[in-house]
């Protein structure tokens, strides 16, 4: 994973600024074009707001601070890039559903190319040869590739009634090798930071009598 873009090391500079924006008004625009079917609620709310911080500070602070290693930033902004942004922005969009959707047959097939996208996403951009692509665009295409995977990833995983997150579960299961390689070649804490999410991920979506309470939590009426 490239480690020196030249990206602003201040926070919430321009990009996290538009991020923040954008990730903020989506719930709220969707409430606006259908309010016969949409309302605006203190879940949508929290979620699209923390959603909107989780993409802002990777996208203003592309540069490692505190000493903290490049390898495990750049893991750590992947995470929240493609991870928990999109999983509480797409938590965010349902929360605003008056009643329930119907859900309809092509929502397998969503779920199912959101993970391929997501798996691809994944292990593209951290492995030769566009790990070493340098640059402010290189990092502009590499930050906007996580997020859109992240929100095909999670969009139907979290929809009210969706019984189509075993794709989610094995998207997660399928990243833990690149996590074993990166603990294997000198990139300790990005590894383990990868194997811990994805550890957590997929047990949070699991079904079944072993789902954890946060994956009710995570779940819209």
Known sequence: MNTHAHASGWP???PGVVAFTLAVSWPALRVVLRPERRRTTWRSLAA????????????GWAQPFGGLDPHTWAMARFELLAGAGPALLAYAVHATEATVPPSPRPRRTRAAAGALVWTAAAYAWQLPPLDALDGAGAQAVRDLTWIVAGVLLWLPALAPGAPYRGPLVA?????????????LTGRPGAGLLMLAADAVMAACTARGRFALPMYRA????
Do not use: K, Y
């Open 218 to 221: 995570l779940t819209p009426p």
């Open 12 to 14: 919430f500079a321009l």
């Open 48 to 59: 699209s707001t923390a959603g909107a911080l989780a993409l802002a500070v990777p996208l």
């Open 171 to 183: 998207a997660h299961l399928a990243a833990v090798p690149l996590g074993l390689a990166m603990l």
